[in-house]
């Protein structure tokens, strides 16, 4: 059996990172991990193929190589997948597919042969099953979540790795905590699974062994939620890791999420950026505490959420803050309240979203019965829609939010937050690997931001703030590339909307 492998391309968005890429020749982020587990389970005598199309086309040789396609998709990919299955459908393959959007949204693709929700773990094996006695069904629902010391390690030699900016590594799945807009408990349960320390370690070796030198993501939905775990087996683990000598002399960097409350432990702050922890994406969500009340954002209330950030990243962590606009509790006031907490922590890189509900969550039941659902699905975030009806009222909520990102990213406002961040900030311990692929991206973005760019002064200003902290300067440099990303984007998202407001007046 020819097993292709696809994942589909995701459109231009502020968080694609699709000109930032450009500065050190990537194609995309970072591989479609869940595909390459898939790949894993396969049998031995199976033929697999992966072909990620934000990295490689996907050919008509393909298509006929293939018997099957096995598909992957988030929900913000759900057109480009009905694109893809209408494709390989007319290739007459049999179609299998996976991932968030098929298992929120099961119902509207009825063109797909077999339907693997949640996850891979336990359906591809009941899907193998099934085929090997001639009995496959249309759809996998398993009754309960995987056994993630039984995952196997992903297929990396299907990889193109050179490609992605950085690569992934599952450490657990499942989080308690029920936030109202989050759509994790229903997708992987709200109990913690973690794979074993000896797991983790043999999928680095792995990684290395492919070659793979730059940063690895860990893929977990609250890293510090089991902290005791973490002193007393992982971290120490990744520690003795770096350890050898082939990369004791550089570290490779660890990126990884997790809650607010690792502000409260310095013990465990220490160890994770001995271990290689350089970048958190924290989700603050909002400061507003009746917000956060009314969302179940149960771990922010209550807390300096400003002082907790700053603390982090003195420690020696860049802090990427999640946060949304549209709670029901929010006026146009919300969004001076989130620039003034985003400067005020000198925080680089913040993922502003408005608020959206998905199916399955208590959100999306609540503002249902409320009658204040526009859409069944989550819409494109990327230009500033929702699916609901938000109390401050549509129009007002995307004519502020894009204002706000474009005041948010604009030259001036990002390089005197990286110009404050690396005063204040710690120092990370791992480093950037020097690579000819990394000697071509700095030259290129002091080319394009130190010398072609109007803000090109604005760019010098913080190379002479950074340059004091010398291993602080290439993250500086990466996160002042990652501005430029958001800087074009929403200017060019700006033009985009002018000229169709002028086509439809014309």
Known sequence: MNALLVHPPIADSFLGHQHALTFINKRAVSPPLGLLTVAALLPPEWNARLVDMNVQPLTDADLAWADCACISAACTQRDVARTLIARCRHAGLVIIAGGPLF??????????????????????????????RGTPRRMYRPEGFADMTRSPAPAWRLARLSSYALAAIQFSRGCPYGCEFCNMPFLLGRTLRRKTVPQIIAELDALWAAGWREQIFVVDDNLNLDARFLKQELLPALIRWQRHPARAWCNVPF????????????????????????????????????????????PNRGRDLAGDVRRIQRAGMIVHAGMIVGFDTDTPAVFERH??????TNTVLAKVSILQAPRHTPLYGRLEREGRIASPHPRDNTYGDTNIMPRMGLRALQSHYRDFQETLF???????????FVRASGVPRAGMRPSMSRLRGLCMVVWRLGIRAPSRGLFWRMVAAAARKPRLLPWALMLAAQCHHHHLFWAGLRRTTSQRAEGAAA
Do not use: N, W
Not at 103 to 131: C, G, K, N, Q, R
């Open 339 to 344: 620039a003034s907490f985003i400067r005020d």
């Open 410 to 420: 604009s030259p001036g406002e990002y390089y005197g937050r990286l110009r404050s």
């Open 255 to 298: 990126y990884a999420q997790a809650c607010i409350t690792l502000a409260d432990d310095d013990e465990l702050m220490g160890m994770m950026v001995r271990a290689g922890f350089t970048q958190l994406f924290i989700g603050i969500e909002t400061t507003d505490e009746a917000a956060l009340a009314a969302a179940g954002k149960t």
């Open 103 to 132: 298992t929120m949204e099961p119902e509207d693709f009825p063109e797909v042969d077999h339907l693997l929700l949640h996850e891979a773990e336990t359906t591809v094996p009941l899907l193998l099953s099934d085929l090997a």
